[in-house]
């Protein structure tokens, strides 16, 4: 080879690192706040239709809880349908199916059918969230796992953030079946945009580059090499009591069912989230009838969590990738243990506006801070191929509390007229999901 020749090869520029792994983190984002806004706006609108069908509160909080029973049963089955085939075709199906159900709810003659429809709504939407999760485990790389899954988590409180305000406006303006109309829109546009733009791995995209690819991979050495130094670094005490260790990655799906850790994770997420869908379905509720507060106060003050929810679900990713270097156990303790915390303080709150809404913006904060820690944690136990049976089989087990939960909390206030036994039944189960979680083992294995 000439010199010339030597020459021009090294002034040739460097291909330029394509992000579209953001762009397709964006679609996840508001793919998962559609989802989430079509499945929540049952509690904002709970007290219109149990003054409509003159409800109790156990069967109100029926109508919220047969979404998950629907939910959890179409986890696993998805899960092992994305292993083997990819999340593209059947995550875009499962958009249209919810869009389609979250409209018929709003068609309903009876509080019958509106079970009828939101069992059909958990059905359709299981496939979306395993989806999701799965396609940032095979779109990101190890570093960037923690802070992708908590934008996810994110869109789950963003979407809380609109509902309220926003479902007691149409609700009073032009019924409470608009809502659900209206809700289904933009659905039916996501779904064509997911099964456009978003292909199961960033190897079958043609908008990713090869260098984004090789850094995603972690195939670049410099990369590979950083990821390295950054896992082994120990965090001393820390590691000693989230039980840090290397573990033997599970990569067949019946070790995935054999997993001490996953089912450690899985029943503190059943925990974890029978508090948090208690609280997204009873906080309206709460507010209108415990507190005293109009319609358009409770639309208001209700977003308050979720606020706070937003902001601590992008720090907890953060936290986990950053602060505590990918371990994922510390954030989802100080969940547990501050979300105890926090249900005494609702049931001391002052019938105040302002004091009530700090307080509920801080459950949310603190409750969000370690939720993305309970996908991710997944990711360092289970290779790419059986991460979708593991994350189903955890979310699973969550969205069972999520059917257990509203009824048990409507059954507790048929009984008592408060409240405050409907906080202790969230506490209690925040701290067991603390005691728990320091049973299982921290995964700390080289990338």
């Not at 409180?157 to 479902?167: G, S």
């Not at 270097?325 to 609702?346: D, G």
């Amino acid at each position: 080879m000439s010199e010339n020749s030597q020459i021009n090869t090294a002034s040739q520029p460097i291909p330029i690192r394509s992000h579209f792994r953001w762009v397709i983190m964006g679609i996840i984002f508001v793919t998962y706040a559609i989802n989430y806004m079509d499945r929540t706006n049952i509690g904002v609108v709970l007290p219109f239709i149990s003054q409509e069908f003159g409800l109790s509160n156990f069967e109100a909080g029926a109508l919220a809880s047969t979404f998950f029973l629907g939910y959890a049963a179409s986890q696993i089955p998805a899960g092992f349908f994305f292993s083997k085939f990819g999340t593209r075709g059947l995550v875009s199906l499962s958009i249209l199916g919810f869009s389609i159900c979250t409209y018929l709810i709003g068609t309903s003659s009876s509080p019958f059918m509106i079970k009828v429809y939101r069992f059909l709504l958990g059905v359709s939407e299981g496939p979306t969230p395993v989806g999701c999760v799965s396609t940032i485990n095979n779109w990101f790389p190890a570093k960037e796992k923690g802070t992708a899954t908590g934008l996810y988590i994110a869109s789950t409180m963003f979407a809380p953030i609109l509902v309220p305000p926003l479902v007691v406006w149409i609700a009073l303006e032009y019924g409470w079946r608009s809502v659900f109309f209206w809700f289904a829109v933009p659905g039916f546009i996501m779904a064509i945009v997911w099964y456009l733009f978003v292909k199961s791995s960033p190897e079958k995209s043609e908008h990713v580059s090869p260098s984004e690819l090789a850094y995603i991979r972690d195939s670049d050495s410099t990369v590979t090499e950083k990821v390295q130094v950054t896992v082994k670094k120990s965090l001393g005490w820390i590691d000693s009591f989230i039980r840090a260790k290397k573990v033997a990655i599970v990569d067949t799906n019946a070790q995935v069912f054999k997993s001490r850790n996953i089912w450690g994770v899985c029943i503190a997420y059943f925990l974890m989230v029978s508090v948090l869908y208690g609280l997204l379905t009873w906080i309206p509720s709460y507010l209108v009838k415990e507190k005293g507060f109009s319609f358009m106060k409770m639309g208001l003050v209700a977003a308050a969590p979720w606020i706070g929810g937003f902001i601590g679900s992008i720090t907890g990713g953060w936290l986990s990738d950053k602060i505590f270097l990918k371990r994922r156990k510390p954030t989802m303790i100080i969940t547990t243990l501050s979300t105890a915390i926090m249900m005494v303080v609702l049931i001391n709150i002052p019938n105040d506006a302002n004091a009530v809404a700090i307080a509920l913006f801080m459950t949310g904060f603190l409750i969000n801070v370690g939720w993305p820690a309970f996908t991710a944690y997944p990711m360092g136990l289970a290779s790419n191929s059986t991460y979708p049976v593991a994350i189903s089989l955890v979310n699973t087990g969550g969205n069972l509390g999520g059917f257990f939960s509203p009824m048990i909390a409507g059954l507790l206030l048929d009984k008592f007229s408060s409240f405050t036994n409907v906080f202790i039944y969230f506490g209690v189960a925040a701290a067991l999901a603390f005691i728990i979680l320091l049973t299982i083992d921290e995964p700390v294995n080289e990338a």
